[in-house]
Nanobody, 124 residues
Framework: QVQLVESGGGLVQAGGSLRLSCAAS????????MAWFRQAPGWGREFVAA????????LYEDSVKGRFTISRDIANNTVYLQMNSLKPEDTAVYYC?????????????????WGQGTQVTVSS
């Protein structure tokens, strides 16, 4: 049974940093893409970043380019989202997702496995 467990969320001031982790288990993820999405109150789920488990084909949403970095640790089956220069508009619940696609995309329907989410709150 596939499990994705996020951690690392919290409250931070604008300009600060957080690193989210997604511990993946239950299968081998080679051939999968891993992604981060977020959902703010009253808004739909928004794509943030994704990569192929092999480490290539990295994709970012335009508003986080240059501030967020997605990476993975194959040995520990963990995906990270390093978030720097955080802004109040980054406040949301952040979700980790996995899908059997070699080329990651922005569509939530492409990812069949989801974590429970971790709250990120950025104060101004």
């Amino acid at each position: 049974q596939v499990q994705l467990v996020e951690s690392g969320g919290g409250l931070v001031q604008a300009g600060g940093s957080l690193r989210l982790s997604c511990a993946a288990s239950g299968r081998t993820f080679s051939g999968y893409s891993m992604a981060w999405f977020r959902q703010a109150p009253g808004w739909g789920r928004e794509f943030v970043a994704a990569l192929w488990w092999g480490g290539e084909n990295i994709l970012y949403e335009d508003s986080v380019k240059g501030r967020f970095t997605i990476s993975r640790d194959i040995a520990n089956n963990t995906v990270y989202l390093q978030m720097n220069s955080l802004k109040p508009e980054d406040t949301a619940v952040y979700y980790c997702a996995a899908g059997p696609i070699w080329k990651p995309n922005r569509l939530s329907d492409s990812y069949g496995y989801w974590g429970q989410g971790t709250q990120v709150t950025v104060s101004s």
